[in-house]
């Protein structure tokens, strides 16, 4: 009889981790569409990202191109040229963070059931300006030395390596941001607490991701069957329908990776008052997740 209740409660607790992940997922796709202003942070972070990267190619062009073909670069052109990488990808680290913060920031308030325009965004990143600059030094390193230990490794092995050493650190990280927004924490003090949220909520966060990544891969893959069909058109002699495929798979691929990146933000958000407040929006989790009692050091009273 007893295991029969375990079993039945174990049931339950996974079909309701499946409920509320598809509910978590739905109401992020709902944000965006009653408020399209949360895709301007994803953008407008993806539009500077790409301006640093264009920099750092002109940069690194100037540098080693007049030794193409001729005098090889000096000693001081290679350690200008290693610089100029380092800066570089601190930079699009930070850019990320900081719109990561931004989006965050205002999801949060219109889950609290506040109206935020894209302005409140920026002004609550802006607030732990310092913060965030820190932990995307953090961030960047980490990710050079798991680039460089994954690059010590021939084939198979060093890929496996990278895969997982990212995914780890990608899981420990993963409330990383919200941490440093609500809570009174240092950055390595709050890797501990975000890892310590990452195990509370551990099912409803991966399957919530899970179910995200599977949409968000289907309309990827619609993306690259319309480029494909495009090329096929194209290379067969009807230029104007290939090219007009190839700008609708690029247009919707650039949409999906959008709407990705906003929803994921709003998923984090979520997760993040869910665990620390036990509550998320009254309609989106059962009345029993409701009253969940909060975790310590979590949001204020809203």
């Not at 992020?28 to 993806?46: N, S, T, Y």
């Not at 073909?69 to 000693?75: E, F």
């Not at 501990?192 to 949409?215: C, E, M, P, Y």
Request: aromatic share 10%; glycine share 14%; net charge positive.
């Amino acid at each position: 009889m007893y295991g029969a209740r375990v079993r039945a409660s174990g049931a339950r607790s996974v079909t309701g981790t499946f409920s509320d992940s598809w509910k978590l997922t739905k109401t992020a796709f709902r944000l965006i569409f009653e408020d399209r202003a949360l895709l301007v942070f994803p953008l407008l972070a993806g539009l500077s990202i790409l301006g640093v990267l264009a920099l750092l190619l002109v940069g690194e062009f100037a540098l080693f191109a007049p030794g193409l073909g001729g005098p090889a670069p000096t000693n001081v052109a290679e350690a200008v040229g290693i610089v100029l990488f380092l800066l570089a990808y601190f930079a699009m680290t930070f850019l990320g963070v900081y719109g990561t913060a931004a989006l965050i920031g205002a999801a949060t308030l219109k889950l609290d059931g506040q109206q935020p325009r894209a302005a409140d965004g920026w002004r609550i990143a802006r607030a732990h300006l310092g913060r965030l600059l820190v932990w995307a030094l953090i961030a960047a390193t980490v990710g050079l030395l798991i680039r460089a230990i994954a690059a010590r490794f021939k084939g198979i092995v060093g890929v496996l390596i990278g895969v997982v050493a990212g995914l780890s650190w990608g899981v420990v990280t993963y409330f990383m941001i919200p941490v440093l927004l609500y809570e009174d924490q240092r950055p390595w003090p709050a890797l501990k607490r975000s890892a310590h949220l990452f195990g509370s909520t551990f099912g409803r966060t991966l399957v919530t991701n899970l179910v995200l990544g599977l949409l968000l891969g289907l309309g990827i893959f619609a993306a690259f069957l319309l480029l494909v069909f495009g090329i096929v058109e194209a290379a067969g002699g009807a230029i104007v329908l290939g090219l007009g495929l190839i700008g609708v798979g690029i247009a919707v691929g650039v949409i999906v990776a959008l709407i990705g990146a906003a929803a994921e933000g709003i998923l984090r958000a979520a997760l993040y008052r869910y665990a620390t407040t036990g509550k998320i929006d009254p309609d989106l989790l059962p009345s029993a997740y409701r009253g969940a009692t909060p975790l310590a050091g979590g949001l204020p009273p809203t």
